[in-house]
């Protein structure tokens, strides 16, 4: 399953997401400058969230709030140079909190991912046109 979208369809894709995410981890990986982070901030502003959303890059994590009582963990592996070093923000426990976590270079930590999340990559076709693809794990 996947969609071809520019910037101006990025509601496309985020429904894409929505309407086939299954589990509360979702992983996004693509190539430097496919758009993930724009894909993930409009998806986080989808879920409700009011709040600045930037990349995780140099933090690893962001939490953001959907209410007063959900939230949303956003991460970026992309400066880990070993996957241990995800394991010492807590990465576990995110992931089996049941809040959503969306993850930037999945790759990375995929060893420690459950044996259950939904997978996306992202590609780009030319300088306006990505393509979203579901992966079945």
Known sequence: ME?????NQIKTAVNFILENKKYSIIRIDGEI???KTT???S????????ENISSPTFSLVNEYLINKKDKIFHFDFY???NPYEALDIGLEDYLESNHLCILEWGQVVSEYLPEKYDFFSLNKI????RKLKKINI
């Open 79 to 81: 400066r880990i140079k």
């Open 33 to 35: 400058g496919s758009g």
């Open 43 to 50: 998806l986080c502003k989808s879920l409700g969230v009011r």
């Open 126 to 129: 030319n300088e306006n046109t």
């Open 3 to 7: 969609i071809i979208f520019n910037e």
């Open 39 to 41: 894909l993930i901030k």
